[in-house]
């Protein structure tokens, strides 16, 4: 190999080992790093066979790595640690744990220096030294007290006191991990642990009913519900007695988790169950009004309102009080009794005038007169929301509403100086893309977005030269060198570990949507940017834009949006707002993944062919499948993407109640008038969304129909994805 550039050479290194030509790209670095005098270029080169080499377990990596660590010291805690990995593999326990310890204590601004110490601990457990494993365990614990680790830490003390003959200490521990961190990777063998000892006649079985419920506590705080109501189930069934404290809040905590299952009847039932064993608990307040939101679930409306006014005369200085008032009223003015509802309205405008709900119930009484077609009262309504209202969503929608009333009664200049004041202060919300759409008034026209490819990679424009910090040299390098995972954590490290501006925010989410992680990149802008920036920034920064609306998954989207003739772009717009492309996601109802796939759904769909929850994870089965199901949707709504989008997020069976009393209703006004606000609020975002990647992408084309006709229900559908 010939190599009179070293940094052309390097680059084909590079290039090699990006497209998985991992023995080409070997025997480059290892020619780079015998034959090359540039340092840095000769010090990254060693790196990387080594790296490789240790990745391919073939012997030597040891020495490139020691190149590396004594060349280059920008990256020497990684080759240490890798050096460290490859002795570990290696059998050389105590000479790995050293080395772990090393960049423990030399590297102290190193993101490899939590795991260092844990390794060491560990490194030192496999050598048999006890006493300096229980020593760096303990000292794990003592500097990270709240790392998601401390079980692993933990189960390693006991494994250290089972091996030393410490058999009560040893169970205490594997207790204590598998008690207080059942949800933890560890918990299981702490289980074994403590089996064996009592199999073995070391120790008896020690564990109270209360265990029981401790661990019913932490699976509820870790959103397993199933898991939280099977121990819940477990101590009360052990219990003996008059009813403490923990029996109480262990009936209360099933009824909520039910709730959260979306269990309607069972949560239903141990509700009430709770509030007849309980009524003056200090649970209870909390439970009647968990009660009646079940009811709504279950469309059981009379029984919603007879809770609702227990709840109103019972607590009267609850602090959810105005929400049930609220809703309260809603549920009236969905019946029509118009009357009751104006009157609920009014009392948390007078009870409660700095509460949101007071907000929420001006909109509710203009919108009430609005659907009623008093738009005298409406129109007084909306003008006094705007006089009064700080909150932009609120002017934005109400903006929008005091045009459709201006139109309604034919003041058409007082409905465009509306719009255009909405499109003026509000130009990327809900409201003013709506009126784009629908409007061809001269001061909507959206300006023109530089358009994009399809594709799942940014093009080389979307990095700055710029660096975003003075610490960042070894992000730019991880990411050059194509290692993902190295580049990712040294990202959340720096964002950790230093304040970042607007550029650097951009670069980062940049880099990692190069690398694939969408819903890293997308955290990092939400995170470091303020809506107002976002919104402003976008408009004049074509970078940002793509960034916030990627096209992530574009193999998948594009081949299964085109089998089931659905505009890709729509797929987008789903994942985006079901998960912000976070292929990981569950929901605390149970939804999985990119599109939020309920399990139950995926098994309707794929029959005796799927596989499991777990497969859901998969970026490919879940936008297979959720793009079907949405298909399902839009041939039962004969095209109608709104009503397809709605009943997605609620479930279809709910769509069809709300469209019998709704015929007629313009697309806008059944969006608006969507009783459940999760749905409303879903359907308003995902449109926003279609709508942006419509004008990043290609022109818009949306079609919708102008009313909720009637006849719109089609092809059953499958009935499981709420």
Same mark, same amino acid.
């Given at each position: 190999?010939?190599?009179p550039?070293?940094?052309?050479c390097?680059?084909?290194?590079?290039e090699?080992?990006?497209n998985?030509?991992?023995r080409?790209?070997?025997?480059k670095?290892?020619?780079?790093?015998?034959?090359i005098?540039?340092?840095?270029?000769?010090?990254?080169?060693?790196?990387m066979?080594?790296?490789?080499?240790?990745e391919?377990?073939?012997?030597?990596?040891?020495?490139?790595?020691?190149?590396?660590?004594? +060349?280059y010291?920008?990256?020497?805690?990684?080759?240490?640690?890798?050096?460290?990995?490859?002795?570990?593999?290696?059998?050389?326990y105590?000479?790995?744990?050293?080395?772990?310890?090393? @960049?423990?204590?030399?590297?102290?601004?190193?993101?490899?220096?939590?795991?260092?110490?844990?390794k060491?601990?560990?490194?030192?457990l496999?050598?048999?030294?006890?006493?300096?494993?229980l020593?760096?365990?303990?000292?794990?614990l003592a500097?990270?007290?709240?790392?998601?680790?401390?079980?692993?830490?933990?189960?390693?003390?006991?494994?250290?006191y089972?091996?030393?003959g410490?058999?009560?200490?040893?169970?205490?521990y594997?207790?204590?991990? /598998?008690i207080?961190?059942?949800?933890?990777?560890?918990?299981s063998?702490?289980?074994?642990?403590?089996?064996?000892?009592?199999?073995?006649?070391?120790?008896s079985?020690?564990?109270?009913?209360?265990?029981?419920?401790?661990?019913?506590?932490?699976?509820?705080?870790?959103?397993?519900?199933t898991?939280?109501? +099977?121990?819940?189930n477990?101590?009360?069934?052990?219990?003996?007695?008059r009813?403490g404290?923990?029996?109480?809040?262990?009936?209360?905590?099933?009824?909520?988790?039910?709730?959260?299952?979306r269990?309607?009847?069972?949560?239903?039932?141990?509700?009430?169950?709770?509030?007849?064993k309980?009524?003056?608990?200090?649970?209870?307040?909390?439970?009647?009004? /968990?009660?009646?939101?079940?009811?709504?679930?279950?469309g059981?409306?009379d029984?919603?309102?007879?809770?609702?006014?227990?709840f109103?005369? $019972?607590?009267?200085?609850?602090k959810?009080r105005?929400?049930?008032l609220?809703?309260?009223?809603?549920?009236?003015?969905? !019946?029509?009794?118009?009357?009751?509802?104006?009157?609920?309205?009014?009392? @948390?405008?007078?009870?409660?005038?700095?509460?949101?709900?007071?907000?929420?119930?001006? /909109?509710? #009484?203009? /919108?009430?007169?609005?659907?009623?077609?008093?738009?005298?009262?409406? $129109?007084?309504m909306f003008?006094?929301?705007l006089?009064?209202a700080?909150?932009?969503?609120?002017?934005?929608?109400?903006?929008?509403w005091?045009?459709?009333?201006?139109e #309604?009664?034919?003041?058409i200049?007082?409905?465009? #100086?509306?719009?255009?004041?909405?499109?003026?202060?509000?130009?990327g919300s809900?409201?003013?893309?709506?009126a784009?759409?629908?409007?061809n008034?001269?001061?909507?026209?959206?300006?023109?977005? &530089?358009?994009?490819?399809?594709?799942?990679? $940014?093009?080389?424009?979307?990095?700055?030269?710029?660096?975003?910090?003075?610490?960042?040299?070894?992000?730019?390098?991880?990411?050059y060198l %194509?290692?993902?995972?190295?580049?990712?954590?040294?990202?959340?490290?720096?964002k950790l570990?230093?304040?970042v501006?607007?550029?650097?925010?951009i670069?980062i989410?940049?880099?990692?949507?190069?690398m694939?992680?969408?819903?890293?990149?997308?955290?990092?802008?939400y995170?470091n940017?303020?809506?107002?920036?976002?919104? !402003?920034?976008?408009?004049?920064?074509?970078?940002?834009s793509r960034l916030?609306y990627?096209?992530?998954?574009?193999?998948?989207?594009?081949?299964?949006?085109?089998?089931?003739?659905?505009? *890709?772009?729509?797929?987008?717009?789903?994942i985006?707002?079901?998960?912000?492309?976070n292929?990981?996601?569950?929901?605390?109802? %149970?939804?999985?993944g990119l599109?939020?796939i309920?399990?139950?759904?995926?098994?309707t769909?794929?029959?005796?062919t799927?596989?499991?929850?777990? &497969?859901?994870f998969?970026?490919?089965?879940?936008i297979?499948?959720? +793009?079907?199901?949405?298909?399902?949707l839009?041939?039962?709504?004969?095209?109608n993407?709104?009503?397809?989008?709605?009943?997605?997020?609620?479930g279809?069976h709910?769509?069809?109640?709300?469209?019998?009393?709704?015929?007629?209703l313009?697309v806008?006004?059944?969006?608006?008038?969507? *009783?459940?606000?999760?749905t409303?609020?879903?359907?308003?975002?995902v449109?926003?969304?279609?709508?942006?990647?419509?004008?990043?992408l290609?022109?818009?084309?949306?079609?919708?129909?102008p009313?909720i006709q009637?006849?719109?229900?089609g092809?059953?559908?499958?009935?499981?994805?709420?």
């Amino acid at each position: 190999m010939i190599c009179p550039e070293p940094a052309s050479c390097l680059d084909e290194a590079i290039e090699a080992y990006k497209n998985g030509r991992n023995r080409e790209a070997l025997d480059k670095y290892k020619y780079i790093a015998d034959g090359i005098n540039d340092q840095k270029i000769a010090g990254i080169s060693s790196f990387m066979a080594g790296r490789i080499m240790s990745e391919l377990m073939l012997e030597g990596a040891e020495a490139y790595l020691g190149k590396a660590y004594s +060349t280059y010291p920008l990256i020497a805690d990684y080759a240490l640690f890798i050096m460290a990995e490859v002795m570990e593999r290696n059998g050389d326990y105590n000479e790995a744990a050293y080395l772990y310890r090393t @960049v423990f204590s030399s590297y102290r601004e190193s993101v490899l220096q939590k795991k260092a110490l844990l390794k060491a601990a560990d490194t030192y457990l496999a050598a048999g030294s006890l006493k300096d494993s229980l020593e760096t365990y303990e000292d794990f614990l003592a500097l990270y007290p709240k790392d998601r680790s401390v079980p692993s830490a933990l189960y390693g003390i006991g494994t250290c006191y089972l091996l030393e003959g410490k058999f009560p200490l040893a169970n205490d521990y594997f207790k204590r991990v /598998w008690i207080e961190y059942p949800s933890s990777t560890v918990s299981s063998s702490a289980k074994k642990g403590m089996d064996w000892l009592i199999a073995n006649g070391k120790e008896s079985l020690q564990l109270t009913i209360s265990d029981y419920f401790m661990r019913g506590e932490r699976f509820f705080e870790a959103g397993l519900y199933t898991d939280a109501i +099977t121990e819940y189930n477990r101590f009360l069934s052990n219990w003996k007695g008059r009813a403490g404290r923990e029996v109480k809040e262990a009936y209360f905590k099933i009824a909520l988790s039910n709730f959260n299952l979306r269990s309607s009847d069972e949560a239903e039932e141990a509700f009430e169950s709770f509030l007849y064993k309980f009524p003056d608990h200090y649970r209870s307040p909390e439970a009647l009004y /968990w009660l009646g939101k079940t009811y709504l679930r279950e469309g059981k409306e009379d029984a919603f309102i007879k809770s609702s006014k227990g709840f109103i005369r $019972l607590y009267k200085k609850d602090k959810k009080r105005p929400e049930v008032l609220y809703r309260l009223g809603i549920i009236y003015a969905e !019946n029509g009794d118009v009357k009751s509802a104006v009157s609920a309205f009014d009392r @948390v405008i007078r009870e409660y005038p700095g509460n949101d709900f007071a907000s929420d119930s001006r /909109w509710a #009484k203009g /919108w009430l007169y609005y659907k009623k077609q008093d738009y005298k009262k409406s $129109l007084a309504m909306f003008n006094n929301i705007l006089d009064t209202a700080a909150d932009s969503s609120y002017i934005s929608r109400t903006l929008y509403w005091k045009a459709k009333v201006m139109e #309604k009664i034919n003041e058409i200049g007082g409905m465009e #100086k509306s719009l255009c004041l909405l499109c003026s202060k509000f130009g990327g919300s809900f409201y003013c893309l709506f009126a784009q759409y629908y409007y061809n008034i001269q001061c909507l026209s959206s300006q023109d977005i &530089t358009g994009m490819e399809i594709t799942d990679n $940014l093009s080389d424009d979307y990095l700055f030269s710029e660096s975003p910090g003075n610490n960042d040299e070894r992000i730019k390098l991880f990411f050059y060198l %194509g290692l993902r995972e190295e580049a990712i954590e040294e990202i959340k490290w720096f964002k950790l570990e230093n304040t970042v501006d607007i550029e650097q925010s951009i670069t980062i989410a940049s880099m990692l949507s190069e690398m694939g992680e969408y819903n890293l990149s997308l955290r990092t802008l939400y995170l470091n940017l303020s809506k107002e920036m976002l919104n !402003n920034y976008q408009s004049n920064n074509t970078i940002l834009s793509r960034l916030m609306y990627p096209a992530g998954y574009s193999e998948f989207v594009n081949t299964y949006a085109a089998e089931n003739g659905i505009d *890709p772009l729509l797929i987008y717009a789903l994942i985006r707002e079901e998960s912000r492309f976070n292929e990981e996601a569950i929901s605390i109802a %149970g939804a999985i993944g990119l599109m939020q796939i309920m399990p139950q759904t995926a098994a309707t769909i794929m029959n005796d062919t799927y596989g499991g929850r777990d &497969t859901l994870f998969s970026p490919e089965l879940n936008i297979a499948l959720g +793009t079907r199901f949405f298909a399902e949707l839009l041939k039962r709504y004969k095209g109608n993407f709104i009503l397809a989008l709605a009943g997605y997020n609620a479930g279809p069976h709910i769509v069809s109640k709300w469209l019998e009393d709704r015929e007629g209703l313009g697309v806008d006004e059944f969006i608006e008038d969507i *009783p459940y606000k999760e749905t409303r609020e879903y359907v308003k975002r995902v449109f926003k969304s279609y709508m942006k990647y419509s004008r990043s992408l290609k022109p818009i084309h949306i079609v919708l129909p102008p009313l909720i006709q009637s006849g719109l229900e089609g092809a059953d559908v499958i009935d499981t994805q709420e």
